[in-house]
């Protein structure tokens, strides 16, 4: 960061829940944040372009946090979310209700989220508004969603979490920052060439799992749409949303194309020991672009019992400065 100048501009084309984004905007930079994910996108939004609550007038000026108590204490409905991602759904082409979320939380969810399309459909809310109210209820389903880590899977027991009740929580915001910011949707490789920026921060997926597939059900509490639901997960179609960096055959064009194609010379990559890629061929890859240096940070690594993996998982941070 020391080589990029006080309130220039950083790139977060991956930005996942836009943490790294905000935490960018706090030290007074202007941030181009993106992700191919519509969740993801919804918090950077929220993240970036918000200093403040909106004033929700179309809904008689009523203050944010009783916008989110109304929510709260809706009467539950029996609806998309009821039906495909909790026990009380019926058994479908020999595919048993999926145990995602209890039916009382579900049924919660479908009643909030379609307060707020009534709401956005009849004019009476913004589409800021409407965002930070999907953003606040991605975060409140995630809280009480009953898997292990992510959506590829219900569990087949419900976790202590699962069992309480969903609660829209106010999102606290920092005023006094910058807002001039700009959050896109859509692949980096393909974005790339119409972006300037300072310095640009990637963070890309590592593995082979597909994001897009393994938060099915955040891109449909933000889309707010009823997609086919298939198979024992309920996946949503997502192949629009797949990731070039989860594929060995892909991954080096992507990365070669946001390098030569964005005009920016100063580049940041988070990567893992376990990534696709290893240490000597993301260097030999990012050699073709630049001058690489880089740093290792060890972490404890979260493993089961009968892990063959070691006890540290070794994450490295790339810098490429074009050529
Ligand atoms: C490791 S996460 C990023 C985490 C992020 N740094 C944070 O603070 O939460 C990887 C992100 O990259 C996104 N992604 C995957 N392929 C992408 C691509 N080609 N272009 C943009 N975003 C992509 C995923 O949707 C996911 O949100």
């Not at 930005?15 to 030290?27: D, F, Q, R």
């Not at 579900?106 to 956005?120: F, M, V």
């Amino acid at each position: 960061m020391e080589h990029t100048p006080a309130g220039g501009t950083v790139a977060d084309l991956m930005c996942g829940t836009g943490s790294v984004s905000e935490a960018l905007k706090m030290k007074g930079f202007r941030v181009i944040a993106a992700d191919v994910l519509t969740f993801a996108v919804l918090h950077a939004q929220v993240r970036l372009l918000l200093n403040r609550a909106p004033t929700f007038q179309g809904l008689d000026s009523m203050p944010y946090h009783c916008v989110l108590e109304q929510l709260n204490l809706l009467p539950v409905r029996n609806e998309f979310f009821t039906r495909e991602f909790s026990p009380a759904g019926p058994t479908h082409q020999g595919v048993a209700p999926r145990k995602y979320f209890t039916e009382a939380n579900a049924s919660k969810i479908d009643a909030i989220r379609l307060q707020i399309k009534q709401w956005s459909d009849c004019g009476l809310i913004t589409s800021a508004e409407k965002g930070l109210l999907l953003h606040d209820l991605v975060l409140a389903a995630n809280k009480v969603a009953n898997i292990a880590g992510t959506y590829g899977h219900f569990r087949s027991t419900w976790s202590s979490t699962a069992l309480r009740p969903i609660e829209m929580v106010p999102t606290i915001f920092i005023s006094g920052h910058r807002t001039d910011h700009s959050v896109l949707q859509g692949p980096a490789e393909h974005l790339a060439q119409s972006l300037k920026a300072d310095l640009c921060y990637l963070d890309p997926p590592y593995m082979k799992r597909q994001y897009a597939a393994n938060y099915h059900i955040l891109e449909t509490l933000a889309r707010l749409d009823e997609p086919a639901a298939n198979g024992v997960s309920g996946l949503r179609p997502w192949r629009d949303q797949h990731s070039a960096f989860c594929t060995k055959t892909n991954i080096r064009a992507a990365f070669g194309r946001i390098f030569s194609t964005m005009q920016c010379n100063r580049f940041l990559i988070s990567y893992s020991e376990d990534g696709l890629l290893s240490l000597g061929q993301l260097k030999s890859l990012f050699e073709e672009y630049g001058e690489v240096s880089y740093k290792c940070f060890s972490y404890p690594r979260f493993r089961s019992n009968d892990s063959l993996l070691s006890g540290t998982v070794t994450e490295y941070l790339f810098q490429v400065v074009k050529s």
